[in-house]
């Protein structure tokens, strides 16, 4: 199991900008994913990476404004948010899975793919 604990959510108005922080401890991954779910709505994919090789995956809603990357040293993976929407307002998680390269760039939108999870962080963004 890893352990992922997430951070840097917070609230904004419309068009600015945060970088969400994803600690993994404990058991090896290679593909780490960012989610969100908003209030009444199903969990929904937003971004994920290869971190063997560094791939992405964007979903058409956020493609240009979200930007995920990796860091091996501190063992963490990041989601920076560009010109925020109210729509962007959810809770973010990051989860964390083994799989191959293919598997983690088309993995499933829910997340069913990831074995672990972190606790969310809260992104609300006002118009």
């Known amino acids: 199991q890893v352990q992922l604990v997430e951070s840097g959510g917070g609230s904004v108005q419309a068009g600015g900008s945060l970088r969400l922080s994803c600690a993994a401890s404990?058991?090896?991954?290679?593909?780490m994913g960012w989610f969100r779910q908003a209030p009444g709505k199903e969990r929904e994919g937003v971004a994920v990476?290869?971190?063997?090789?560094?791939?992405?995956y964007y979903a058409d809603s956020v493609k240009g404004r979200f930007t995920i990357s990796q860091d091996n040293a501190e063992n963490a993976v990041y989601l920076q948010i560009h010109s925020l929407k109210p729509e962007d307002t959810a809770i973010y998680y990051c989860?964390?899975?083994?799989?191959?390269?293919?598997?983690?760039?088309?993995?499933?939108?829910?997340?069913?793919?990831?074995?672990?999870w972190g606790q969310g962080t809260q992104v609300t963004v006002s118009s």
């Open positions: 989860a964390a899975g083994r799989m191959s390269r293919i598997g983690c760039l088309y993995s499933d939108e829910d997340g069913t793919d990831f074995g672990s």
């Open positions: 404990g058991d090896t991954f290679n593909c």
């Open positions: 990476i290869y971190t063997g090789g560094g791939s992405r």
